[in-house]
Nanobody, 128 residues
Framework: QVQLKESGGGLVQPGGSLRLFCEASGSIFSVNTMGWYRQAPGKQRELVANITREGTTNYADSVKGRFTISRDNPKNIVRLQMNNLKAEDTAVYFC??????????????????????WGQGTQVSVSS
C-alpha cells in the first residue's frame, strides 16, 4: 500500500511562517504529481499547490507569492513553505499524491496505473 504522512502544522500569528512536510511511503513504483489541498470549516476542499515530477508547479491565486512548493523525488517528499500567513489560510491541509504501486510481489508497476492517495491532514491555524 501507499501511505502519506504529513507534519509541520500548528498555530502561528498573522504574518508568520510555517513549513509542511509530506512523505509518501510503502510499495511505491513511481510518484507523479504531489501537492497540498486544504479544507476550512464549512468549505469545500481546494487545491493549494501541486508539483509534477519534472518540477512544474501550480498555485491557487490566493497563495501565489506567499507559498512555495518543492519536492525531493528520490525520497518521495513534498514540502510547502508558507510565508506571510493570513487568518484565511486557517484550514486542515491534506497531502495528495498520484502514485502507482508495485504489482503484487514483483518489480513491475501495478497495471491499474496511477491512483490518488491522501494524507490524514494537518491543522494550520493563523490567529493573533
Amino acid at each position: 500500500q501507499v501511505q502519506l504522512k504529513e507534519s509541520g502544522g500548528g498555530l502561528v500569528q498573522p504574518g508568520g511562517s510555517l513549513r509542511l512536510f509530506c512523505e509518501a511511503s510503502g510499495s511505491i513504483f513511481s510518484v507523479n504529481t504531489m501537492g497540498w489541498y486544504r479544507q476550512a470549516p464549512g468549505k469545500q476542499r481546494e487545491l493549494v499547490a501541486n508539483i509534477t515530477r519534472e518540477g512544474t508547479t501550480n498555485y491557487a491565486d490566493s497563495v501565489k507569492g506567499r507559498f512555495t512548493i518543492s519536492r525531493d523525488n528520490p525520497k518521495n517528499i513534498v514540502r510547502l513553505q508558507m510565508n506571510n500567513l493570513k487568518a484565511e489560510d486557517t484550514a486542515v491541509y491534506f497531502c495528495h499524491a498520484e502514485a502507482v504501486k508495485y504489482y503484487r510481489e514483483s518489480y513491475l508497476p501495478d497495471p491499474v496505473g496511477y491512483r490518488p492517495y491522501w494524507g490524514q491532514g494537518t491543522q494550520v491555524s493563523v490567529s493573533s
